[in-house]
């Protein structure tokens, strides 16, 4: 069975820095998967933040060059720096794994395992 538990999330203020980890078990990264992040702002669908996709690694636009995702396999964890933040960054933030699914990109929110979220607040 799979588990993907988040943590690290708070309040910060604009412009600070948070590290979200994922620890993961019952799952295998494998290539084609994908795993990654994506975040929900109350009252708006769960976007893409961005994911791990073979040797890979991919950002939303609005992220990009300021967060950034890596993985520990020994430790099985997945990791989201995020620097610079924003009030618009403010939202739960997802951890997701995926196994490879023909045809479907790792941006849509689909076929993934989830974690329960972790809050991230930014404040202006």
């Known amino acids: 069975q799979v588990h993907l538990v988040e943590s690290g999330g708070g309040s910060v203020q604009a412009g600070g820095s948070l590290r979200l980890s994922c620890a993961v078990s019952g799952y295998t990264f494998s290539d084609g998967g994908c795993m990654g992040w994506f975040r929900q702002a109350p009252g708006k669908e769960r976007a893409w933040v961005g994911n791990?996709?073979?040797?890979?690694?991919y950002y939303a636009a609005s992220v990009k060059g300021r967060f950034t995702i890596s993985r520990d396999n020994a430790k099985n964890t997945l990791t989201l720096q995020m620097n610079n933040l924003k009030p618009e960054d403010s939202g739960m933030y997802y951890c997701?794994?995926?196994?490879?699914?023909?045809?479907?990109?790792?941006?849509?929110?689909?076929?993934?395992?989830w974690g329960l979220g972790t809050q991230v607040t930014v404040s202006s």
């Open positions: 997701a794994a995926r196994n490879p699914v023909d045809g479907v990109s790792c941006v849509k929110p689909e076929h993934y395992y």
């Open positions: 791990m996709y073979f040797s890979l690694t």
